[in-house]
């Protein structure tokens, strides 16, 4: 099992740029494939951002590539959202995810969820 808390998210204007981190305890983050996802109030939860826990191969929703990237320390047990260039349509909050098997990350239904970390970008 793992346990996994995000932090890093805030308020911010357009343009900006924040940093998650989700960090896990319990099982290593090396042994999931991990993820970042977000819910905007009154729509449902989409994917951000996965990557794979052999090949570290990395998938990015159309609405983010170019701007965030993720990334993972083994050493720290962390995963990591930098998110660039924010926009207002970024507003959501943010959930860390663990999946078992990377399937499980592209259907929306990892066996591990975060708390969320709220971040609002305003123009």
């Known amino acids: 099992q793992v346990q996994l808390v995000e932090s890093g998210g805030g308020s911010l204007q357009s343009g900006g740029s924040l940093r998650l981190s989700c960090a896990a305890s319990g099982d290593p983050v090396s042994t999931y494939s991990m993820g970042w996802f977000r819910q905007a109030a009154e729509k449902e939860r989409e994917h951000v951002a996965s990557m794979q826990r052999y090949t570290w191969t990395k998938t990015y929703a159309d609405s983010v590539k170019g701007r965030f990237t993720i990334s993972r320390d083994n050493a720290k047990n962390t995963l990591y959202l930098q998110m660039n260039s924010l926009k207002p349509e970024d507003t959501a909050m943010y959930y860390c995810?663990?999946?078992?098997?990377?399937?499980?990350?592209?259907?929306?239904?990892?066996?591990?969820w975060g708390q969320g970390t709220q971040v609002t970008v305003s123009s």
């Open positions: 995810a663990a999946a078992s098997d990377y399937g499980k990350m592209v259907s929306g239904t990892p066996d591990y």
